[in-house]
């Protein structure tokens, strides 16, 4: 209805529902030299700005959805273009939409770039799927980008939906089997008796660009290889995978201890994704051998890896416990062989000249990595070679290891002006040169500066001249603050630097936006909004995080009169802010925030603005007032996409009885986050908090042991980003079931675990999971050597004890208060309460010896040295170790004290692990950690401190030394 006059220059309302806007003076005008108009009403500009928009329907609505290829996000036409939006689809959509089909952390954004297009970014609770409807809410968001004098520019129509299709040609899933055993041996002689452990066929990394929950297909395919055999010992175990939609296989003792020598199980994996798309199948092959011909060793290392990372290139595998008999030791030795860089090959200089060493976990220093000029994007081919020490037959397996970039940060320098300038000053330089590429702090790829200018409606100009651009000078822009237009009073100037680099053809680029009103006054208070982050901050923010900021003022800052704080125009109120009064709607007046995060504050996705204006009075008497802002893109943590969430954690078995406390974790079915996903279990304790048994890591498939006695164990999972955003826990239950057991056979399992034999697979994961069983087996066998009521139950423990000791009356101090709570009552593992149950315990030293079972105690000394040597003296010790050995240090002594020996060896493992941490630079340690560090290494002072085996200033020493590092 507009094409004939398409933009006129007056105003005018147009038949069929159409409304003309008068166009800028910077548009191009239908008709002029610079643009023409076709008979169909096609617009063409030969040169200067389009006037694209300025015509658009009066009524304003969907007109069509359909997912993208990849399924991750859905394109939404609009029949009238919209202002820029980045914020929650809440904000947009009704209740019904988003409770059942979007969830409330999806995001909807509307780009200066596709005005016409709302592209609906789903999280992983998204549960939207081709054929459902979305339907706006009366109050939506959705703004008109412009629009005729007297007309609402509200809302689109706010009876407005569509129904979601599905694309021409929807991406498919990839099938993916990693970290998979090729092999295992026949048992060893002292074996038999116990049968195999279980081997996992590991199809978690299988992936659908959507994020989605995979349909899961195990099977086999026999025609891989003549050796490939069928046994429906096999079947059941995939028919079980298949029907609770496992993407990890287990095979137990049933079906490898009939699969012959020499032959093969030939295993497939086919995934499905929501729109549909079946995968390629993925295949393994798992072979039985003889006895001692090669150690069964399966590559753990993640094949993506981001440079930076906390522990460098942490290179790890698992070695099968069974195919090392007594008497054997593994030895490894770890190479690069190449790197791809660009579709070619070049030399790899890390991992040179290394010998064969008795331990599997190595890591490369970052800084050794950038020294060796690896860049974002190379890709690592990691070898792996693995031997008995008395045989030269070597197994070896590789690793193709992609270098993944961090984020570039884009970031003006502090003096960088934003907020209220003065058109009176000359010159203003906006220095992006604080931008910072953690992946290449040297800047071996140059780093690329692009500035711009914008106003608030997307393209009018900034300059009083269109051809004026100032002048840039690599990663500095300098203008002439006169030269800026005569805006309207309060028009927010977003001036934008783009950073970026190119590597292996990948682009990595970050925005940086100072925000700045011109005004035609002499002077204003000139300061700065400046996000408050450990070291550099992210250009994404975890919503599941509170978010802070402060006002940097300078030398100004000791006469400031007032501040007031705006989150995205509205007043920040005392409730808002982590430490103000919960109930106070009284604006903030400090000079820094801390806003609380989603869900009490923070919305979850979207770009959002915090602004400060602050007042002074001068020496002079003379008041000066400015403002300034700065903008925050947030995104929401990881989820369960899965319904019921419990699905998102598979315990196997869920019961089990006495002597069986070992039981299989696994965690599927998380997405979103930043980056690449780690999985940290542990339990839920008494008081509802977690307790961490297995520390954050890419595995997502690993062996616990129920290790305080028979009782139900509230297992849970918790998924983790790259930038700490934790998601909701999910929790499932383990029974450990009473059985009639004697106590000879209890300490005969006890004295089973060979420590020796697990130090000798060179695998620290073996020694941590030997350990764990043995705190398992002690914690029964104090339970029924005279420790209480003569049963296995927890409760047989000195009344009290537990709680006092527990990992939870550590944290207890900083834990939320619930209704019913004593406030006078003292929960600290420190209190007065605990320190009799302390004098309690110590009371119980040498509890075992005077049962004639020396023995007994004897394994708990030498798994504590194993830990010492094998676990955190390996070369690429780190965080996981650390915590593995806080946390099993935790659970030995939870019932009787450390003698003399095993206080000193404690000591030492906590002084040493908080030592890791410390220097790993990680700020997510948890305060429940730190309080079981401290209890460990007080119990071990308090012992020692009462005899002769250490002398008073030596344990005086190291325990303030493990304090300072707590």
């Given amino acids: 209805a507009c094409s004939g006059l398409h933009c006129p220059v007056l105003i005018i309302v147009i038949l069929a529902g159409f409304a003309c806007y008068e166009a800028p003076d910077s548009c191009v005008k239908p008709g002029t030299d610079d643009c023409t108009v076709s008979e ?211 095979l137990g003792n049933s079906s490898l201890s009939v699969l012959p020598e020499g032959s093969k199980y030939c295993i497939t994996l086919t995934v499905t994704s929501f729109l549909d798309v079946d995968s390629e199948p993925a295949t393994h092959q798992l072979e039985k051998l003889e006895t001692s011909v090669l150690p069964v060793v399966t590559l753990e290392v993640p094949d993506t890896f981001v440079l930076p990372s906390p522990d460098g290139l942490r290179l790890d595998a698992s070695v099968y416990v069974p195919s090392v008999c007594e008497g054997s030791q593994v030895e490894f030795r770890w190479s690069c062989e190449r790197i791809v860089r660009d579709n070619s090959e070049v030399d790899c200089s890390i991992l040179q000249g290394n010998d064969f060493i008795d331990n599997v976990l190595f890591s490369v220093e970052n800084e050794d990595l950038t020294t060796a000029g690896i860049l974002p994007q190379d890709r690592l081919i990691i070898k792996l070679e693995a031997r008995y020490a008395d045989n030269e037959a070597t197994a070896t397996s590789t690793q193709e290891v992609r270098v993944e970039g961090s984020d570039i940060l884009a970031a003006f320098t502090m003096d960088t002006p934003q907020g ?91 925005v940086a936006t100072r925000v700045i009103r011109v005004l035609d006054v002499a002077e204003v208070l000139d300061f700065a909004v400046v996000r408050d982050c450990f070291g550099r901050c992210p250009q994404q923010h975890q919503s599941s995080r509170p978010l802070s900021f402060y006002a940097n003022l300078g030398d100004a800052a000791a006469v400031v009169n007032r501040f007031e704080w705006r ?60 403002t300034s802002s700065a903008s925050v893109q947030l995104i929401g943590p990881p989820v369960c996409a899965l319904t019921p969430k419990e699905r998102c954690l598979r315990l196997s078995p869920d019961k089990a009885e006495i002597p069986t406390i070992e039981f299989q974790a696994q965690a599927t079915g998380f997405s979103g986050g930043i980056g690449l996903l780690n999985f940290e279990f542990g339990y839920i304790d008494e008081e509802d908090n977690n307790v961490p048994i297995q520390p954050a890591s890419f595995r997502s498939v690993v062996p616990l042991y129920a290790v305080d006695g028979v009782r139900s164990y509230n297992i849970y999972v918790v998924a983790i980003d790259r930038s700490g955003g934790r998601s909701e826990r999910v929790n499932s239950t383990f029974e450990l079931l009473d059985t009639e057991i004697s106590l000879i056979e209890l300490i005969g399992l006890l004295l089973r675990i060979n420590f020796l034999r697990l130090a000798n697979t060179g695998d620290p994961n073996a020694v941590v999971n030997g350990y764990k069983q043995l705190n398992g087996f002690i914690n029964l066998f104090t339970d029924s050597s005279g420790g209480g009521n003569g049963n296995f139950l927890g409760s047989s423990s000195v009344p009290g004890l537990g709680h006092a000791l527990s990992p939870a009356a550590a944290a207890l101090h900083t834990s939320p208060k619930r209704k019913g709570d004593d406030p006078n009552t003292p929960h600290s593992q420190f209190s007065w309460q605990a320190s009799g149950h302390r004098r309690i315990l110590l009371m119980s030293r040498g509890l075992l010896q005077d049962n004639n079972t020396e023995g007994a105690s004897d394994q708990i000394t030498e798994g504590l040295e194993r830990m010492r040597e094998n676990v955190l003296g390996a070369q690429g010790a780190g965080v996981p170790e650390a915590l593995e050995v806080i946390s099993g240090v935790r659970d030995t002594f939870v019932r009787r004290a450390p003698n003399a020996s095993q206080a000193e060896l404690t000591g030492q493992l906590v002084l040493n692990s908080l030592g890791i941490l410390d220097t790993s630079g990680i700020d997510t340690i948890s305060s429940t950690t730190i309080g079981q560090a401290l209890g460990s290494a007080g119990l071990a002072a308090a012992t020692l401190a009462g005899g002769s085996y250490e002398d008073a200033s030596t344990t005086a020493s190291r325990l303030v030394d493990t304090i300072k590092e707590a």
């Fill in 420 to 510: 209220e300038i003065s058109s009176a000053n000359q010159e203003v330089t906006f220095d992006a040169t604080a931008s910072f590429d953690p992946s290449d702090p040297s800047n071996v790829i140059p780093m690329r500066f692009s500035f711009d200018c914008v106003r608030e409606d997307g393209f009018s100009n900034c300059f009083d001249d269109p051809a004026y651009t100032g002048s840039q000078d690599n990663g500095v822009w300098t203008v002439n603050a006169s030269r800026y237009v005569d805006a309207p009073p309060g028009e927010r100037i977003f001036m934008q630097v783009e950073v970026s680099k190119t590597s292996n053809g990948v682009e990595r680029s970050a």
């Fill in 567 to 626: 989150f995205d125009g509205n007043v920040v109120e005392e409730k808002d802010v982590v430490g103000g009064d919960p109930l106070s709607p009284e604006p903030v007046s400090s000079a820094s925030i801390t806003l609380k995060s989603f869900p009490e504050f923070l919305p979850s996705f979207g770009e959002v603005t915090v602004e400060c204006e602050a007042s002074i009075t001068g020496a002079d008497g003379t008041a000066l007032s400015g």
């Fill in 40 to 250: 169909d009403g096609d617009v063409t500009i030969i040169a200067g700005e389009p006037c694209d928009g300025q015509c658009y329907p009066i009524v304003r609505n969907l007109t069509s959805a359909t997912f993208t290829n990849s399924g991750r996000s859905v394109r939404v036409e609009l029949s009238a273009r919209a202002r820029a939006l980045n914020r929650p689809c809440s904000d947009l959509f009704d209740e019904d939409t988003v409770q059942s089909r979007l969830s409330s952390s999806s995001g909807c954004i509307v780009t200066e770039d596709e005005r016409s297009t709302l592209r609906i970014e789903l999280s992983g609770e998204a549960t939207l799927m081709p054929k459902d409807t979305l339907r706006l809410k009366e109050d939506n968001n959705l703004r008109g980008y412009l629009v005729a004098n007297e007309q609402d520019d509200k809302n689109f129509d706010a009876s407005g939906s569509v129904v979601v299709g599905t694309p021409e040609k929807a991406d498919q899933p990839t099938a993916r089997i990693t970290e998979s055993a090729q092999q295992v041996n026949t048992l060893c002689p002292s074996d038999e008796g116990e049968g195999f452990e279980p081997v996992v066929i590991n199809g978690q990394k299988s992936s659908d660009p959507s994020g989605r929950e995979l349909t899961v297909t195990w099977g086999t395919s026999n025609s891989l290889d003549d050796a490939c055999v069928a046994t429906s010992e096999l079947d059941v175990e995939i028919e079980d995978a298949n029907e609770n939609n496992l993407l990890s296989l287990t």
